[in-house]
């Protein structure tokens, strides 16, 4: 069974309010594979492409927040 795709709650997303303060999303850093990005500090993290994203959860983890989830 497929383990589902990262989706980014964009209602609870708030770069600003991420460790270190400098806007840049830990959950980017996270993911090893590069699918979750974001375009610079304080924007609000993607995925890109979709159909690449396997489920693996580790943005979902490294998210202070909350704001990603795995579905």
Request: contains cysteine; hydrophobic residues 35%; proline residues 10%.
């Amino acid at each position: 069974m497929p383990k589902g795709t990262a989706t980014v709650n964009y209602g609870v997303c708030r770069p600003a309010q991420c460790a270190p303060g400098d806007g840049v999303c830990p959950a980017v850093g996270a993911c090893t594979r590069g699918i979750l990005v974001q375009e610079g500090p304080y924007d609000e993290p993607f995925v890109f492409p979709v159909d690449m994203c396997q489920g693996c959860g580790d943005c979902a983890k490294a998210c202070v927040l909350w704001g990603i989830r795995i579905e």
